[in-house]
């Protein structure tokens, strides 16, 4: 069963450096149950203040999907998923 998120923009501030300035944007991930923020950098300077938002938005995919190819192998089949919960049971938990 797939979960629907919200993925919402709720913060955008200016994190100054050496560098040059870039933008934070925040977003705000909701999933039913809980929420948590995922924080992404962009160079200011290398993109106009109008883009920033979209830009953003395209970093939090690369990101999201470079952590969905480094646990990929975590998950769990439909088969091991039932034995781990028929162990629960078995223990009276």
Same mark, same amino acid.
């Given at each position: 069963?797939?979960?629907?998120?919200?993925?919402? !923009?709720?913060?955008?501030?200016?994190?100054?450096?050496?560098?040059?300035?870039?933008?934070?944007?925040?977003?705000?991930?909701?999933?039913?149950?809980?929420?948590?923020?995922?924080?992404? #950098?962009?160079?200011?300077?290398?993109?106009?203040?109008?883009?920033?938002?979209? !830009?953003?938005?395209?970093? #939090?995919?690369?990101?999201?999907?470079?952590?969905?190819?480094?646990?990929?192998?975590?998950?769990?089949?439909?088969?091991? #998923?039932?034995?781990?919960?028929?162990?629960?049971?078995?223990?009276?938990?």
């Amino acid at each position: 069963m797939k979960r629907q998120f919200k993925i919402r !923009v709720s913060r955008i501030e200016t994190i100054p450096a050496t560098d040059g300035d870039f933008a934070q944007v925040t977003f705000r991930i909701h999933n039913g149950s809980g929420s948590f923020g995922f924080p992404v #950098l962009v160079k200011k300077n290398e993109y106009d203040e109008a883009d920033i938002t979209k !830009v953003a938005r395209s970093i #939090l995919h690369e990101n999201l999907a470079e952590l969905t190819s480094q646990t990929e192998k975590w998950k769990l089949t439909e088969d091991e #998923l039932a034995q781990l919960s028929s162990w629960k049971f078995y223990q009276g938990a």
